[in-house]
């Protein structure tokens, strides 16, 4: 028979990989001889392989390994904005909409509606002006709306991307892209791909934690693992820290808990020991320990009492009451999960279904939302600043999409997919810039577009990942991040 | 038209090849073929998506179309956009590039990447060849044939034939059954298909010098049978039985016990629902409940249980309107149609239309059942031909929108799918009910109308007391004929209703489409299958008294034809991997030459043929794998057999079994079973077993329907009594935006990606969910409770009996020390600290109770109990 002329282009890397998870966690047959325990005391990263997907070790699927090249950022921390917020109420200031406030939409963008698909038809033809001040900020001279005025004062460690464009004008797909790159759903998340391609630095926590009230829409898809394998799905802490699904022993067998783990090991090695050679049988012992670990090690997490009271009012978490308090909460312990070694933490900023998301009244959605994170997201960049994390964690804010600059039903702003703003922090990303810009009235990402799979680029980058070498074979492909068309790139400008 | 005679004789295949040679030899002097296909593939697929927007098509921008050899080679109104040969000197180059100031920047929003950039100029620079090959001057109008057989046929053209050696495409042919060798019976030819199966096997291992290990002991046969039959444990009774029954067919007729058993068709189920990517849900962001689509899960069980004929099985899901028309004679029939569910089990955004984006949902419905059904039936990997000729098998991007437009016409619907005669029945039923129903609504109107005519008393009078009696008493009136019309209300009988599929009657044309963006529509293709085999269009007639158009039908029709050799090569290697762990081919879901390669093609292909021939019977094949020596081996290697596994480390050639972990499912069963909870009742809407309030307010498709229904639950997530939702797990709701938090660790798939092979995965949650969930908790004390019922508080005895109940062995020396110095303690423990709080009463009873549900609880979790020798 032929050799076939484009013969599958896994590296032999992704099929040894690939054979071993087959051989040794599937079919349980391998020569690991090793204690597990022993090994997941060591510290040693494992080089991506050289076409770059991940050479995974089923007994240790969340050990660390290290990235294409050099990246600075080590975690990341994502603050997604659920619902939609309102860039030209936000970091993208057009003098043109006071100029214009209730006047129809200019005839040069009218042109253009074909290419804003369905939001424009849901809209007045009226220019709804920001009642906010704008003030500029830092050196760098950020212009940022009086909404947001704790975080501007870290315009100079903000990186503002003012031309993303997205395909969705719905939420369900656009925070499934967002998320997954993809529309659809299906696909493996953001966080997961991270985790998969650089494990994480601690053993006794997930890699990838989530952390809401309400999560964004579409559900568990928005932090899947799909079919990445299922150590590198989001794992979600409730909002005061404490890990959900079945992290501690139920009422009334906590003083047993550990001398019952006990005779269930004492059967587990009696098991392996007639089976030598069966690494998911010392994978199973393994996890027991590890999840036992666990219960400790994060409750600790959600135990706030060791922060200092300046870093609680920091974050705005003392009162209960404080509209922060939800949000502030989430932030400090993102912090704290990141000082721990996790790889990932996303948070939604989302106390009820609607998020930023003003169909009408947006000013008022707006007036709450940003007097729910303003201070604590700007409390997180201090934070890690001062702490000496901010250079290793990339912190991401922005939502699944913006709205619209027309006035939507009663003072509201539709969604908006075709442009709107998102900005990185820290992990060695150029503070005080800005990227790219939208038309004058701030509908359409016009100069230096960035679509969401570029974003994706950019993030794996600063982790020194490149998106085309991080690839996980499924379905007769080596799927990516970004998408198998090969149009995404790293947004310029925003790494040194 | 598709030639399966011509192409099963290998000498046509012979004279195919000369054919081509001599076709290619006198080829014109320069032939539009790319000196490189796969960068000429690529160009193609990074012109479409960079350039194809405006530079396509009829009507393209500049007057430049990307998208065809000869377009390309025209130019645009500038004039030519290529030199091939000369990167630098081509406008198109000087474009992309944007740095000529006398040239508009390309493409105007996303410069192409410095990758995209650089292929482009090799292609030039390469000399710019297109990869579809123009032959002139061959067609003599006769039917082009496969490509096999005739050069004419657009994947030749397009390939030239480099990739139809596909083995999965080639023919099927039974192959030769290699005579029995090594110890037993030497040169005879096997009897009988487990024979026939071990001697392939065999011979394969004895090429190899290895020595296949020895049969299971019984105990271990009958519990790694039962569960991969069952998905279920055997009881400690059936263990019994089989380990002492001597008699010679034992084994038959445990295998036949289990194949009748109901249990076979719910596990065989969740391997087919896994396929086709089944849930009860939309998805997206409502993520509403499909009331009606557990009827087609139910359909598929009991299929398999019935044993219907593979072949049906796939036709009724297809077409099974088309077959049986839109009024079922029987219940049968009934079954076709709820089988179309099949067409409408993807995800589905409700909200689509609120953004104008109905068009494209619609686009991506019919591309991904195309998806589904390639990976599903036909274990190819097509979603790659939504967008571009696929880059590694011998797809072409027409052939999935030929595909496509067989189920372009679909259109879901919940329809009445009962017989004739029960319809008539209840309508015979309802018809006076409905009258008096006419008739007490008239009078409560007309009491209504009484009571509007009485006089209101002017301002500061008081109304008379005899006013004020008869007005309650018209409304007493009222409030009666309203309970008296609640009443008959509920006495109707309502009409069994289905999630089926029809066909609309003005079925709109396919378009292929650019890219797979429903916004760049091309050609028109007409229904059809694989180029590769028949590039004729699908023949097809509307089925004889129905209005629908039969592309389906005929479809169906040719996935389980002659002339389609993978329709059940993927299904005998989909039972093949439930019974080793891992398929003859390990990538189930891709037989394309990115897949796995067969470990032992000839086996495969030989089981193939054998199964159409005995008429697709999937417990035909399951006993023939059951009964094989090769099934029945152990798994556990002794050290004696160390030579062996650096020879076949990764078990391909079977010489000895796979051990394996249980499913999510058989999991959760198997714990429910040991328990003494498991529910007997089969079938019927989903189950809810309860979910934290914290998960399901966080999930915003569950807030959305928070506002509580008339039972005051909420809308999102219908919570039952959790005893009432002890049923197997094939029965409890599968909700995409939220999959059951106990199951969902334990690899279960997502409900959007048609999933051929779970993973295997230990990850600490799973360990948390069996140690802390109170699933386990309840089946540590309902298994505590059978100890109890059999022993009373014979404490000594406990041990033995909850490892005979949990593991269906005895118990060992040592194992009983550990135990019973648990149970010492624990009751001291409790004894100590009598009386916590607890969830439900799972700490109540005495303190010996209490430390017999600890015992539970620790063997409940251990590895024996997940994993199967």
Redesign the interface.
Same mark, same amino acid.
């Given at each position: 028979m032929a050799r076939h002329p484009h013969a599958p282009r896994l590296s032999p890397v992704v099929l040894a990989s690939r054979r071993e998870i087959l051989a040794r966690s599937a079919l349980g047959i391998g020569g690991i001889a090793a204690s597990l325990l022993a090994r997941s005391e060591s510290r040693g990263s494992e080089p991506l392989g050289d076409g770059g997907a991940a050479t995974i070790d089923p007994l240790r699927p969340l050990g660390p390994r290290s990235p294409h090249r050099m990246g600075k950022a080590k975690s990341l921390i994502v603050l997604f904005q659920y619902g939609g917020p309102s860039q030209v109420d936000l970091f993208d200031r057009k003098p043109l909409l006071e100029t214009l406030a209730g006047q129809p939409v200019p005839d040069s963008i009218k042109g253009i509606s074909d290419q804003v698909g369905g939001v424009i038809n849901h809209c007045k033809d009226s220019l709804l002006c920001p009642p906010w001040a704008w003030r500029q900020y830092g050196e760098c001279g950020l212009w940022v709306s009086d909404r947001m005025p704790l975080t501007a004062e870290h315009a100079d460690r903000l990186c503002v991307v003012r031309s993303m464009h997205s395909d969705s004008s719905n939420h369900a797909p656009a925070t499934y892209q967002m998320n997954t790159g993809s529309i659809l759903g299906g696909k493996p998340s953001l966080g997961s791909w991270l985790t998969y391609g650089l494990g994480s630095e601690n053993d006794n926590l997930p890699g990838y934690v989530m952390l809401f009230e309400v999560g964004g829409l579409g559900g568990s898809a928005n932090w899947s693992n799909a079919f990445l394998p299922a150590a590198y799905q989001g794992t979600r802490f409730r909002h005061d820290g404490r890990a959900l699904a079945n992290l501690e022993p139920p009422p009334g067998f906590a003083p047993v808990q550990r001398s019952t783990l006990d005779l269930t090991q004492a059967f587990n090695r009696g098991h392996l020991g007639g089976r030598p050679g069966q690494p998911d049988l010392e994978g199973r012992i393994a996890t027991y320990e590890l999840a036992y670990r666990m219960q400790a090690e994060a409750a600790g997490v959600g135990d706030l009492a060791d922060e200092s009271a300046e870093t609680r009012a920091l974050y705005g978490v003392d009162d209960p009451h404080r509209p922060t308090a939800s949000y502030g909460r989430m932030c400090l312990l993102a912090r704290r999960l990141v000082e721990r070694g996790v790889r990932v933490v996303q948070l939604y900023n989302a106390v009820d279904k609607y998020g930023w998301d003003g169909h009408d009244k947006s000013h008022d959605f707006h007036e709450r939302n940003s007097r729910q994170t303003d201070r604590p997201t700007a409390a997180l960049l201090a934070d890690l600043s001062r702490r000496g994390l901010l250079d290793e964690t990339l912190v991401v804010w922005g939502g699944e999409f913006g709205r619209t600059p027309m006035e939507q039903g009663d003072g509201g702003r539709n969604h908006n997919p075709y442009g709107f703003t998102i900005w990185l922090a820290g992990g060695g990303v150029n503070g005080g810039r800005s990227i790219g810009a939208t038309d004058e009235i701030g509908l359409r990402a016009v100069e230096d577009r960035q679509h969401v799979r570029d974003l994706h680029a950019t993030i794996l980058a600063a982790f020194g990942l490149d998106h085309e070498r991080l690839v996980f074979p499924h379905d007769g492909r080596d799927e990516r991040l970004t998408g198998v068309l090969g149009a995404a790139r790293p947004i310029g400008g925003v790494l040194g | 038209m598709m030639t399966g005679a011509r192409h099963r004789n290998p000498r046509s295949r012979l004279l195919a090849v000369v054919l081509i040679g001599a076709l290619w030899g006198p080829f014109p002097a320069k032939p539009a073929l790319a000196a490189d296909?796969?960068l000429a593939g690529r160009i193609e697929?990074?012109l479409a998506? +960079?350039c194809g927007e405006c530079h396509a098509g009829d009507d393209p921008q500049g007057g430049l179309a990307l998208d065809s050899a000869a377009a390309v080679a025209r130019g645009g109104e500038s004039g030519p956009v290529l030199v091939p040969g000369d990167a630098d000197a081509s406008l198109l180059v000087r474009a992309i590039r944007r740095q000529d100031g006398g040239v508009s920047p390309m493409p105007p929003?996303?410069p192409l990447? !410095?990758?995209?950039l650089a292929l482009v100029e090799q292609w030039i620079a390469s000399g710019a060849d297109w990869p579809t090959v123009v032959t002139e001057g061959e067609d003599d109008g006769s039917p082009v044939g496969s490509a096999w057989d005739d050069s004419r046929n657009p994947v030749m053209r397009r390939w030239r034939g480099?990739?139809i050696?596909l083995?999965s495409f080639q023919p099927l042919e039974r192959s030769a059954v290699p005579s029995t060798r090594g110890n037993e019976g030497r040169g005879t030819p096997p009897d009988g298909v487990p024979a026939v199966i071990d001697a392939f096997l065999e011979a394969r291992l004895a090429d190899r010098g290895l020595r296949p290990l020895p049969p299971a002991d019984r105990r271990t046969l009958v519990r790694r049978m039962t569960f991969d039959v069952t998905g279920l444990p055997p009881s400690p009774d059936e263990v019994e039985s089989f380990v002492a029954d001597e008699t010679p067919d034992a084994i038959e007729r445990l295998v036949d016990r289990l194949l009748a058993s109901p249990a076979y068709g719910e596990h065989l189920a969740v391997t087919w629902l896994d396929a086709v990517r089944y849930a009860d849900t939309n @998805?997206?962001?409502r993520?509403e409940l499909r009331p009606q689509i557990w009827r087609y899960r139910d359909w598929c069980i009991e299929a398999f249980n019935a044993d219907m004929p593979y072949d049906r099985f796939l036709t009724e899901q297809l077409a099974g309107d088309e077959l049986v028309g839109e009024v079922p004679a029987d219940d049968v029939d009934s079954g076709a149609l709820v089988a179309t569910g099949y067409l409408r089990l993807g995800?589905f955004?409700s909200?689509?239309p609120?953004?104008?984006?109905a068009e494209r949902h619609r686009a991506?419905l019919l591309a991904?059942i195309v998806s589904t059904t390639g990976?599903a039936v036909l274990g190819?990997?097509m979603? #790659?031909c939504n #967008?571009h000729d696929h880059?590694?098998?011998p797809l072409l991007q027409s052939d999935f929108f030929r595909i496509q437009a067989c189920f372009q016409g679909t259109d879901a619907r919940e329809m009445p799918i009962d017989l004739p005669a029960v319809t008539a029945e209840i309508a015979a039923h309802n018809e006076p009910i409905q009258g008096e129903i006419a008739a007490a609504r008239a009078a409560r109107e007309m009491a209504e109308k009484r009571l509007e005519a009485f006089p209101s008393p002017p301002d500061g009078v008081a109304e008379a007391a005899e006013a004020v009696g008869q007005r309650a008493q018209v409304q007493a009136e009222i409030s009666a004929l309203e309970e008296r019309v609640a009443e008959l209300t509920a006495t109707l009988r309502s009409a069994t209703l289905a999630e089926v599929v029809s066909e609309v009657a003005e079925i709109p044309a396919t378009h292929l489409l650019a890219q797979g963006s429903h916004r760049n529509p091309r050609e028109e293709v007409v229904p059809g299958v694989f180029a590769v085999f028949d590039p004729a269009p699908l023949a097809h007639s509307p089925p004889p008294g129905g209005r629908t158009s039969g592309r389906r039908l005929a479809l169906a029709r040719w996935l389980v034809s002659d002339a389609n050799p993978l329709t059940s090569r993927v299904i005998v290697n989909r039972v093949w991997q439930r019974l080793f @762990?891992?398929g003859i081919v !390990?990538t189930p879901?891709?037989f @394309?030459?990115?897949?796995a390669r067969p470990t032992h093609p000839e086996l495969l292909d030989w089981l193939a043929c054998e199964f159409r021939e005995r008429g697709w019977s999937l417990k035909d094949l399951h006993r023939s794998i059951l009964l094989s020596a090769a099934y029945r081996r152990s798994?556990?290697p002794t050290p004696d057999d160390d030579d062996a596994?650096p020879l076949d480390?990764?078990?391909e050639l079977l010489w000895r079994q796979?051990?394996?972990?249980l499913s999510a499912e058989a999991i959760r069963d198997s714990l429910l079973a040991v328990g003494g909870l498991l529910r007997a009742e089969r079938g019927g809407p989903p189950r809810w077993p309860p979910v934290?309030e914290?998960?399901l307010?966080?999930?915003?498709?569950i807030?959305?329907f928070l506002k509580e229904g008339a039972d005051g639950r909420p809308q999102g997530w219908n919570a039952q009594p959790v005893e009432e939702t002890f049923v197997r797990s094939v029965y409890i709701v599968r909700k +995409?935006?939220?999959?059951l938090?106990f199951l969902?660790?334990f690899?279960l798939p997502?409900g959007?990606?048609p999933c051929g092979r779970r993973?295997?995965?230990?990850?600490?949650?799973?360990?948390?969910?069996l140690?802390?969930?109170?699933l386990v908790?309840r089946a540590a004390e309902g298994l505590a409770d059978r100890v109890e019922r059999a022993l009373g508080d014979d404490v000594d005895a406990w041990p033995a009996a909850v490892v005979r109940l949990a593991l269906g062995r005895a118990i060992?020396p040592?194992?009983l020390e550990?135990?019973a110095d648990?149970v010492d303690?624990?009751i001291a423990?409790?004894q100590s600290?009598p009386g916590?709080?607890?969830?439900g009463d799972? +700490?109540g009873g005495t303190a010996a109770r209490r430390a017999l549900v600890?015992?539970c +609880?620790?063997?409940l979790?251990?590895?024996?109990f997940?994993?199967v020798?």
């Open positions: - | 296909p796969a697929a990074l998506v +960079r929003d996303e990447a !410095a990758d995209e480099e990739w050696d083995w @998805g997206f962001e993520d995800p955004d909200t689509a609120i953004f104008q984006e991506e991904e990976s190819l990997a979603s #790659c #967008c880059k590694s098998d @762990g891992r !390990a879901n891709d @394309g030459f990115r897949g798994s556990v596994r480390r990764d078990n796979h051990p394996r972990r934290a914290e998960i307010h966080a999930n915003p498709a807030l959305e +995409r935006s939220l999959p938090p969902q660790p690899d997502d959007v990606n993973d295997v995965t230990t990850v600490a949650s799973q360990s948390l969910n140690l802390n969930d109170d908790l060992e040592e194992e550990a135990a648990l303690r624990h423990i409790h600290s916590q709080a607890s969830p799972q +700490r600890d015992l +609880r620790a063997i979790n251990v590895t024996e997940l994993h020798d």
